[in-house]
């Protein structure tokens, strides 16, 4: 097939889904509104740079006319509605599949009356959306989507590529606590709390070695909380890493931890469980479909910066620590591997293509 594909160019989600649906022997092209280097197929920058975001999509709604018009795609596919989304019904793109983020749904569409307007305007337009947590349909379908429409299933992680390394498992409960960050240092994703949680460990005299990999407006933040907490020698920032250190950092962590205060199914948990880490994580919908509370880890509540430290000392001891490991790594085989995804996006993408129900 013929994929044109409209998203952010930078983002490294982008640039993931652009080389599955190459791989599979799709011709792709990308248009984006900022410029990407190497996302891995031909890629267009439209419209014009301006700085304000919404004059900035507005004005590449010809370029994507352009674009459908030379490329004359089989099926468009948009991620993330405010933006992409509403640039292909702008655009006249016809069939097209609709992939909502999470925060287009969660946060931006409950901004203000317009944003809520518009998000109706684009879910009502899109013949297929895809959504990645139930939460998110239910929002879909709140927001004016026709239920018929929304196909719910976890983007999914490279479960061969994140596994469980035979030699961390081995000297679990040796040395210090090896807890994992992988979140950006984001308000959303409360790395105060997380930094304060430490802090208390570190009162307690319990032993542990943090790693936070991720960058951020929060990083000058994150690293005066290390400071007010005197933690500084037991925590490393990483900032942004690739996805081979990722990979590393997964292998060598005993605990991943995620405080975010809003999410849909969120990577980063998927492949910490793919990976055979037990997440402690907060008790919010989209967690809750992957983690039940000392099952596949822990839950605790958003905000609760001593809850969150009990849980990590608690982890360190508790006899199901190994099973609830195993059941974590269980639940993403079965609901969790990208490679399902794809192929069933693929047979999905093949009936909307032919006019066909999906």
């Not at 006319?65 to 089989?74: H, I, K, N, S, V």
């Not at 032993?207 to 007010?228: D, K, N």
């Not at 001891?317 to 993403?332: F, I, K, N, Q």
Request: proline fraction near 5%; charge should be positive; include cysteine.
């Amino acid at each position: 097939m013929r994929i044109l594909l409209l998203a952010h160019g930078p983002s490294i989600h982008t640039r993931r889904w652009a080389a599955a649906y190459r791989s599979r022997g799709h011709d792709v092209l990308l248009l984006t509104a900022h410029e990407a280097k190497d996302a891995g197929v031909p890629t267009r920058v439209v419209g014009r740079p301006w700085p304000v975001k919404a004059l900035r999509y507005l004005s590449a709604v010809q370029d994507v006319r352009r674009g459908l018009l030379e490329f004359r795609p089989d099926v468009t596919i948009a991620h993330f509605l405010p933006n992409y989304g509403l640039l292909a019904v702008l655009a006249g793109a016809r069939p097209w599949l609709l992939s909502c983020w999470g925060s287009d749904l969660l946060v931006n569409a409950r901004r203000t009356p317009f944003h809520r307007a518009r998000a109706r305007f684009v879910l009502r337009k899109a013949p297929m959306i895809h959504v990645d947590a139930a939460n998110l349909s239910e929002a879909a379908v709140e927001l004016g989507a026709d239920p018929r429409s929304v196909w719910t299933r976890a983007w999914g992680v490279d479960t061969a590529a994140f596994h469980p390394d035979g030699v961390a498992a081995a000297r679990a409960g040796q040395g210090p606590l090896r807890i994992l960050w992988t979140r950006q240092l984001e308000a959303v994703y409360d790395p105060e709390t997380f930094v304060r949680a430490l802090g208390l460990l570190k009162r307690r005299a319990f032993p542990f070695r943090a790693t936070m990999a991720g960058s951020g407006p929060l990083r000058p933040s994150v690293e005066t909380w290390i400071r007010e907490e005197g933690i500084a020698g037991d925590v490393s920032l990483e900032g942004f890493v690739g996805e081979d250190r990722l990979r590393e950092l997964y292998r060598n962590a005993d605990r991943y931890v995620s405080i975010s205060r809003s999410d849909s199914t969120s990577q980063s948990l998927l492949e910490a469980m793919s990976s055979g880490l037990l997440p402690i994580v907060t008790d919010i919908a989209g967690n809750r479909e992957w983690v039940t509370h000392r099952r596949e880890g822990y839950l605790v509540p958003v905000g609760d910066a001593e809850a969150l430290a009990c849980a990590i000392q608690e982890s360190a001891t508790d006899p199901e620590s190994g099973a609830m490991r195993a059941r974590a790594r269980a639940r993403v085989l079965d609901r969790g591997s990208f490679a399902d995804t794809l192929a069933e996006l693929d047979a999905r993408l093949q009936a909307l293509a032919s006019g066909r129900s999906a």
